[in-house]
């Protein structure tokens, strides 16, 4: 099984709704990262998690909250989100933050805020 | 700061053109260089380069480092419809995971 998964595969919100972003993998991968992508743009990336711990944080606002509940789960909690956060959402995983290994994304969560 | 930058940006071709994408980097603690293709949606892996010379081929398409130059390029043969898509470049270092390029937009005409 070499699948990321992610649900929902499009999600709309208003901006004082909240609600959860899952992504899941059975590649026994111990690193999963979140991406946010707009249109037209390259990935950036948002969160890393090592081993279930937060390892990188890139500067990302607290209304978006990641949670890893165990090596297989990595969850984004939205909250008061701006139109401005509507993009595609994606997961990845690799074996370990180490860089030597690739990463595999999941297919990606539209998000549009209104 | 880390800086991956691809050319061309957007390119069309016929079916059955060669094309050439480029990527040029500037990444502290540089590890790997990794290609995706992205369609619709999420990226979709293809090389993971380590080594400089040596060429890394899936059927029609190859792909090379150069670790002096700073550069690796993706190569397409026999180019088909399929193809188009964003090719995806990304450095991969020893502080962030990834840094992606913008990309380069290929559209295959028949």
């Known amino acids: 099984d070499t699948e990321v998964t992610q649900t929902p595969k499009h999600l709309v919100m208003g901006m004082t709704n909240k609600k959860s972003l899952k992504c899941e993998q059975h590649?026994?991968?111990?690193?999963m990262y979140w991406y946010k992508q707009k249109a037209k743009k390259p990935p950036e990336l948002m969160f890393v998690y090592s081993y279930e711990k937060l390892s990188i944080n890139e500067s990302v606002p607290s209304r978006f909250s990641p949670e890893c509940p165990n090596s297989s789960l990595l969850n984004l909690h939205l909250h008061a989100l701006q139109p401005e956060d509507s993009a595609l959402y994606l997961c990845?995983?690799?074996?370990?933050?180490?860089?030597?290994?690739?990463?595999?994304f999941g297919p990606g969560t539209r998000l549009t805020v209104t | 700061e880390d800086k991956v930058v691809q050319s061309p940006l957007s390119l069309v071709v016929h079916e059955g053109d060669t094309v050439t994408l480029n990527c040029s980097y500037e990444?502290?603690?540089?590890?790997?260089l990794l290609w995706y293709k992205q369609e619709k949606k999420a990226p979709t892996f293809l090389f993971m380069l380590t080594s400089s010379g040596i060429e890394k081929k899936s059927g029609r398409l190859s792909s090379i480092l150069d670790k002096k130059e700073l550069f690796s390029i993706l190569n397409i043969t026999a180019t088909q419809t399929g193809d188009s898509a964003v090719y995806l470049c990304a450095g991969l270092s020893g502080n962030t995971p990834l840094v992606f390029g913008k990309g380069t937009r290929l559209s295959v005409i028949a």
């Open positions: 990845a995983s690799s074996l370990s933050s180490d860089s030597t290994y690739e990463q595999y």
């Open positions: 590649m026994g991968h111990r690193a």
């Open positions: 990444v502290t603690n540089f590890r790997s």
